[in-house]
């Protein structure tokens, strides 16, 4: 028997995942809710983390994401310094067949009933209009719409993020932070994909690249014709690149694409890159300087994340300029410690979280 049998479950989880808050089980038989919310951590502050709407093949399939993903958004809440713990949250169920206002609005009543410990947010299957009803049950949403007060589409400083974390990768191989020259292979040319294209153009970079999507495919070549069109990612990792950005989805990197991978560098938008453990050490016996996916696409969060108080697109790009900074640091702690960039990633991140969150020791008066 499933969870998902009465209206509405918290289960503490320690489980081998490890770790988690709190885990909380959603359901609206009505409607066809069902939905899990998990909080990783809130110890520097509310969990955000958006929320995936995906016909899981299985109620376990969906808690093993849920739970991957809330730990994954507490890792890059911390690394983009912001006040934000990580959660996320997954719908499953079909968004072309089953999302629909009675739907939306039900799981926009369970995320007002953690009170604020859960901020959600747009992820897989779910765009800003759909935040907006959402929105007409609970105050702890972000990434809404333009004409609701939102931010809009996160991808435009998700790319702007990971250019600057390429280039931060360039200046620590290669001794300048200029990618003019340079052969990026892009895979995948959806939104991070096309706004990373436009920004590598305007630093002088050749850009080959690919795409499953005929459509996406015919855009890149009409609005930007001196991008050079790869036949496959097979062939983009294997062709003559300096800079490899997976843009796509996860598991980019595994034991079929990193042996023959020709790129100095690997920076990307896509999450969860490294397809398992031990990859990233491969990258580095390798020589390929790795610049950790989730701290170089932290641009999307810091984008929502400044809707929170009152979207200003200004200052939020301000904040995801400083991914140059933040990657820089990763990737010079990793030197000096002898470690891949992921772990150094980690490393900072849980220092953050650990010394950061240990600061409501100190009592406060509003704490009673
Ligand atoms: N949008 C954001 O703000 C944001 C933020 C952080 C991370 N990300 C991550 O970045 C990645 C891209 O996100 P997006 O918003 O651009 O998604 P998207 O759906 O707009 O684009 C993904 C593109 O990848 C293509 N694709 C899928 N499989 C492919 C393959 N095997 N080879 C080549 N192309 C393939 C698709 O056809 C599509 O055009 C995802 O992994 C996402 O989780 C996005």
Redesign the pocket.
């Known amino acids: 028997m499933g969870v998902f049998t009465s209206g509405h479950q918290e289960a503490g989880h320690d489980g081998e995942a490890g770790g988690h808050e709190q885990v909380v089980f959603c359901q609206d038989k009505q409607s066809g809710l069902r939905a899990i919310i998990a909080i990783y951590s809130t110890a520097l502050g509310p969990a955000l983390g958006g929320t995936r709407f995906y016909p899981y093949v299985s109620e376990e399939a969906a808690l093993a994401d849920v739970l991957d993903l809330s730990k994954g958004m507490a890792y890059k809440n911390a690394i983009a310094g912001l006040d934000l713990g990580g959660g996320k949250a997954v719908i499953w169920g079909d968004p072309g067949r089953d999302k629909t206002e009675a739907l939306l609005r039900g799981y926009g009543r369970f995320v007002e009933s953690l009170g604020g410990r859960y901020y959600t947010a747009c992820d897989?299957g779910t765009y800003p209009p759909d935040m907006d009803v959402v929105a007409r049950e609970t105050r702890f949403v972000t990434g809404r719409s333009v004409e609701h007060g939102g931010c809009g589409d996160?991808?435009v400083l998700?790319a702007f993020g990971v250019f600057q974390g390429m280039r931060a990768a360039a200046e620590h191989a290669w001794g300048s932070p200029t990618l003019a020259g340079r052969r990026i292979g892009v895979?995948?040319?959806?939104?991070?994909?096309k706004h990373l294209i436009s920004h590598l153009l305007d630093d002088a970079a050749q850009v080959a690249a690919?795409?499953?999507?005929s459509r996406?495919r015919e855009w890149v070549r009409q609005t930007y014709p001196q991008v050079e069109m790869v036949a496959?990612?097979s062939a983009l990792v294997a062709s003559d690149i300096d800079v490899y950005a997976p843009?796509?989805?996860?598991g980019a990197l595994n034991d079929d694409t990193v042996p023959v991978l020709t790129a100095k560098i690997v920076a990307g938008?896509?999450?969860n890159q490294l397809a398992h453990p031990g990859v990233e050490k491969l990258l580095e016996d390798r020589g390929i300087l790795y610049a950790p996916d989730y701290v170089v696409?932290s641009g999307?969060v810091i984008q929502v994340a400044d809707e929170i108080h009152g979207f200003n697109f200004e200052r939020a790009k301000l904040r995801a300029t400083k991914i140059y900074d933040t990657t820089k640091q990763i990737l010079e702690l990793a030197a000096a410690e002898g470690v891949p960039p992921a772990v150094a990633a980690d490393r900072l991140a849980e220092r953050r979280m650990a010394d950061v969150g240990r600061l409501r020791t100190i009592r406060l008066d509003r704490d009673h």
């Open positions: 897989v996160s991808s998700t895979a995948g040319l959806g939104k991070v994909g690919t795409d499953i999507d996406a496959d990612t843009c796509a989805l996860g938008g896509a999450n696409n999307g």
